[in-house]
């Protein structure tokens, strides 16, 4: 036997029956099986993009998480300071109270000077903090910022007017932390005001 001979002999089998299956099948057969190569083929490249996607998004969602936690503590830390700060303000305040507190104790007459010192410094604490108190009186009432406590009837005043100030209204900066409790004018028909007027002159000459 030839090496030829041999060589045909030993072929694959399975190699040999695929290529007689090929040279069988037709032309658009054999089109829709390449299809299929490069479907699979392509299908394998976006199964790969999608894994890689997902493990970025794994990885996206833990370093958002350690920055939330970051972000958590910093802003706790920044809270307490906050406090800190302020009482450290105020507790010079509170120890001048205290003094003048413990000298009434003893028997010491309560002293206007003492306690306007207290007002005094209490005033320059807030302020150097951005706290200032709002300018009420006489102005419109805005339930923006004011909070009426009841209505006075009088034609003193423009309607709506502030009249009285019942409890102070205060700022942080530009944001209103107290609203100021107030009295606001409620203004009469003329007659009834002419009536109101009469009343109030014969309670006077009484």
């Known amino acids: 036997m030839s090496a030829k001979h041999k060589d045909s002999g030993d072929e694959n089998p399975d190699i ?35 894994e890689n996607y997902y493990n970025q998004l794994v990885s996206l969602k833990a370093e958002f998480d350690n920055y939330r936690k970051r972000l958590e503590k910093e802003s706790a830390r920044m809270a307490s300071y906050g406090k800190k700060s302020v009482i450290k303000e105020l507790l010079p305040v509170m120890d ?3 003094r003048h507190e413990e000298a009434v104790a003893e028997g010491e007459p309560a002293s206007i000077e003492a306690l306007e010192l207290i007002v005094r410094d209490l005033k320059k604490t807030l302020a150097s903090l951005g706290v200032r108190q709002m300018d009420c009186m006489g102005k419109e009432f805005s339930p923006h910022i004011h909070e009426a406590v009841f209505r006075k009837k009088t034609n003193e005043y423009k ?15 530009d944001d209103v932390i107290k609203p100021a409790m107030v009295a606001v004018a409620e203004n009469m028909p003329e007659e009834e005001s002419k009536e109101a007027g009469e009343a109030s002159n014969a309670n006077d000459k009484e």
Do not use: C, F
């Not at 658009?28 to 699979?40: C, N, P, R």
């Not at 309607?159 to 900066?173: M, P, R």
């Open 16 to 50: 040999k029956k695929q290529d007689e299956n090929e040279a069988d099948m037709t032309p658009g057969t054999k089109e829709k099986i390449e299809e299929l190569k490069l479907l699979s083929s392509s299908l394998k490249e976006e199964k790969e993009k999608a």
């Open 159 to 173: 309607n709506n007017t502030i009249v009285k100030i019942v409890g102070n209204g205060y700022y942080l900066g």
């Open 96 to 98: 001048n109270v205290l």
